[in-house]
Structures are given as structure tokens and as C-alpha cells.
């Protein structure tokens, strides 16, 4: 999916859990750089594939995210998701066995599940948080019959597992990200709360936490609240975001 695509789903995004409603002005104001017939084309076919919902009883149309539309970002971006908010640490183990002689030695299967946010244990060893999903489990069932071993955990016995599932999925790393763009979204919030309206640098500042922001979830294994519970939920940074073009 093409960037400015994410950037609009992603301010569509209910994340209070109330459906978000924007005109073509504050998606102009999210997308700067694009004309306004480049934007009127994304959300075309945005709507096209049915990832949005609009509303055309007033003279400026208003766009929302429908639900398949919120489906398909939560796969994109799992830690939006709910059921990751919910998970209490039990794992699906990966085990791979003999390679197929469409994939020698693994190669595609080992990226594939590092881009659908499985951790890698060691070279044969992956693990996914909860129950594989099912884009993972349709790529098993087509390619990787006899060639891979799906266990399920749901106890870890032995050994810290704060200490190896932070190393491996760079959990601190995580962490320190969102808490500095958390930090430069309050300050954002405050000075326009008090301005009511950006200077250069403070737009720029804000496009920069966006893209950082972006960066961060592509990420995310949706792993970071269970063992920082500290840390704000990528949700509650999301609104601080849509706050800023709200305000």
C-alpha cells in the first residue's frame, strides 16, 4: 500500500473507538504535497476497494473508514489491533523442518514471516504472538506442507523471556521511539492549543513525528505494551496525531 494510502486510513481510524469523519480540507492539510485532483484520485480508489465510507449529504463530502477498511489496516499494522492489546503471552512456535525445493533453504519463508511481525528465535525457530494468522497459515497450507511444525505455548519455563523477546524484537529500541514522539506530540499540542495554528517549524515537526510515527508501526510486533506497560499504546499516540489536524 502506497504511503499517502496509509496516511489517510490511518487518520480515518477510529482510535477512541469513535468513528472519524474528515472533508477534503483536512486531508489536503494531511497531504500537503499531493494536488487536490492527486488526492481526489487516492481516495477514489481507497473507496474502490471499499476501505472507506462517505458521506455525501453535505456540500463537502466527508470520508471514514469502513470496517473492512479498519480489517485491513490492523493487518497492516497489527499493534492497532485490539486481540494484540489483549494478549497475555502465549506464543505459536514455528519449527521449520526440510526446506521445499520451491524455497531452498528457506530463504522467502524467513522474510515473510519477519514482515507479518513473527519474531525470530533462531534460524528455524520463529515464534508469532497468539495464534498464527490467517494469511500465515494459507501460506503453510499452500507451500510448506511436511516442511514446517506449528506448536502452541502458552507457559515460558525456563530461561527470561523479558530479556530474549526484547533483544530479538527490539523492544527497548520501540519503546524509546514512541515515548520521544509522545513527548514532541505534547509539546505540539501545546502550542497550538495556545497559537491556534502552526509556524513552519512546528509543521515540519509535525510531518516528522508523522513519518516516524508510520515508521515505528511498520515495525511494531505488537509485543511492546505487554512487556512496557508503561508505554502509550500506539492508539493513544494515533490521537494525539489526529488531534493535531483537528485542532
Known amino acids: 500500500m502506497k504511503e499517502n494510502s496509509k496516511k489517510i486510513l490511518l487518520f480515518l481510524y477510529p482510535s477512541n473507538d469513535k468513528p472519524i469523519w474528515l472533508d477534503l480540507a483536512r486531508l489536503q492539510e494531511l497531504l500537503p504535497h499531493l494536488s487536490p485532483a492527486g488526492l481526489q484520485s487516492s481516495l477514489f480508489l481507497l473507496d474502490k476497494k471499499d476501505l472507506l465510507r462517505i458521506d455525501k449529504t453535505q456540500s463537502q463530502w466527508k470520508y471514514s473508514l469502513s470496517s473492512y477498511g479498519q480489517s485491513q489496516l490492523e493487518e497492516l499494522f497489527p499493534a492497532l489491533s485490539a486481540n494484540h492489546e489483549q494478549w497475555r503471552g502465549d506464543w505459536s ?3 521449520f523442518l526440510q526446506a521445499p525445493k520451491t524455497d531452498a533453504n528457506f530463504r522467502y519463508l524467513r522474510s515473510y514471516l519477519t514482515q507479518n511481525k513473527a519474531v525470530a528465535l533462531t534460524r528455524a525457530v520463529y515464534l508469532y504472538p497468539g495464534e498464527i494468522s490467517l494469511r500465515i497459515k494459507e501460506e503453510l497450507q499452500k507451500s510448506y506442507k511436511n516442511a514446517v511444525l506449528v ?3 502458552t507457559d515460558w519455563l525456563f530461561g527470561d523471556d523479558f530479556k530474549v523477546i526484547g533483544q530479538k524484537a527490539g523492544l527497548h529500541d520501540l519503546f524509546e ?3 520521544s514522539i509522545s513527548k514532541e506530540l505534547d509539546r505540539l499540542i501545546s502550542i497550538k492549543e495556545n497559537e491556534k495554528s502552526f509556524m513552519k517549524q512546528e509543521k515540519s515537526s509535525f510531518f516528522s513525528a508523522l513519518n516516524r510515527f ?3 508501526l511498520e515495525i511494531d510486533t505488537s509485543l511492546l505494551t505487554y512487556y ?3 508505554v502509550e499504546s500506539p492508539k493513544k499516540i494515533l490521537a494525539k496525531l ?4 483537528r485542532i
Open 93 to 95: 512456535i514455528l519449527v
Open 151 to 153: 506448536l502452541k505455548a
Open 177 to 179: 521511539l514512541y515515548s
Open 214 to 216: 508510520l515508521g515505528v
Open 228 to 230: 512496557f506497560p508503561e
Open 242 to 245: 489526529q488531534n493535531l489536524l
